[in-house]
Nanobody
């Protein structure tokens, strides 16, 4: 089964930087959108950034100018470079990917669906 594994979270002071990574594993035929979401306590999960395979990147207004999303398609990995971090960036960050993979279901062997990582904690505090 496809898995998304995030890494790179941690504690950083305001104004600092972190880079998150998310690697997809499994018998993957293709990956379409890959992106990052975050969820703070008491809040809904929100989009941070998304990068389609061959499309334009999209950022939440709160992330524009500070965060950069990138992909290494050979490694099935998406990154989120976060600069000028603020306390309000504190959240669990989740990787999300739209993946077509091998799934023994019905008469077809491949299925396209979105997957979520387990999340990585980012804490911005002095």
């Amino acid at each position: 089964q496809v898995q998304l594994v995030e890494s790179g979270g941690g504690l950083v002071q305001p104004g600092g930087s972190l880079t998150l990574s998310c690697a997809a594993s499994g018998i993957i035929r293709s990956i379409n959108d890959m992106g990052w979401y975050r969820q703070a306590p008491g809040r809904q999960r929100e989009l941070v950034a998304v990068m389609p395979t061959g499309g334009r990147t999209n950022y939440a207004d709160s992330a524009k100018g500070r965060f950069t999303i990138s992909r290494d398609n050979a490694k099935n990995t998406v990154y989120l470079q976060m600069n000028s971090l603020k306390p309000e960036d504190t959240a669990v960050y989740y990787c999300n990917a739209d993946i077509t993979s091998l799934m023994y279901s019905g008469g077809s062997f491949f299925k396209r669906k979105d997957y979520w990582g387990q999340g990585t904690q980012v804490t911005v505090s002095s």
